[in-house]
């Protein structure tokens, strides 16, 4: 079945770049998306690539996709304490088919942000 | 607009207890979703509404069943709680397959 891998734990100061990876298995992949979990809380929707792009920036937020080695990258710019929090890299297959709504999530990825 | 919400946000049953766990989105969306997250297993779905009127199983369905009463709402049902069944449930919604999905707060449950 589909996999999703990432590294689970990251630590950066305030103000470096933090750049979160993540793979997949999915050849079929057609949206990657990148959530943002803070503790107690739910999931917050950061953003998104659709698999024919290989770069899209927003505000701080730069995703970078190689679709040929199936890897995905969440860089998180001018990084704040407030951006500690877990991250999560999901991917989903042909959507319509019977993948339909089975976001495949990684294990997720801890941002730890030091003062 | 308050997003998606759920309720309870916690919830302790005893093992054979049944409960129904609500979900309601003001976002005209379409699609709604159940998952459960689990430590060290990421979010899996457990059922699906691709539309009004129409439920699918998920991942892992085995236990639950589900309602979508409208297109706002999307209840998902326990009916004899094992304790396998603790964990954090969350509901979302979508407007389309493939769009981003918007996730509620989650509803801690504890099956002793």
């Known amino acids: 079945g589909e996999d999703v891998e990432q590294s689970l734990f990251l630590s950066v100061r305030e103000g470096d770049s933090s750049v979160i990876n993540c793979t997949y298995t999915?050849?079929?992949?057609?949206?990657l998306y990148w959530y943002k979990q803070e503790p107690g809380a739910g999931l917050q929707l950061l953003t998104y690539i659709f698999s024919n792009m290989d770069m899209k920036q927003d505000q701080r937020l730069t995703v970078l996709l190689n679709k040929k080695d199936k890897h995905l990258s969440l860089r998180i710019a001018d990084t704040q304490t407030g951006d500690s929090a877990i991250y999560f890299c999901?991917?989903?297959?042909?959507?319509?088919?019977?993948?339909?709504?089975?976001?495949?999530f990684g294990q997720g990825t801890i941002l730890t942000v030091h003062p | 607009n308050a997003g998606v919400t759920q309720t309870p946000k916690f919830q302790v049953l005893k093992t054979g207890q049944s409960m129904t766990l609500q979900c309601a989105q003001d976002?005209?969306?379409?699609?709604m979703y159940w998952y459960r997250q689990d430590p060290g297993m990421g979010l899996r779905l457990i059922y699906y509404?691709?539309?009004?009127?129409?439920?699918d199983k998920g991942e892992v369905p085995n236990g639950y069943n589900v309602s979508r009463l409208n297109k706002r709402e999307f209840s998902l049902r326990l009916e004899s709680a094992a304790p396998s069944q603790t964990s954090v449930y969350f509901c979302a919604s979508s407007e389309r397959e493939g769009t981003g999905k918007y996730f509620g707060p989650g509803t801690r449950l504890t099956v002793t």
């Open positions: 999901a991917e989903i297959g042909d959507a319509g088919g019977t993948s339909y709504g089975k976001l495949t």
């Open positions: 976002m005209n969306h379409n699609s």
């Open positions: 999915d050849s079929s992949s057609t949206y």
């Open positions: 509404s691709a539309s009004e009127g129409t439920t």
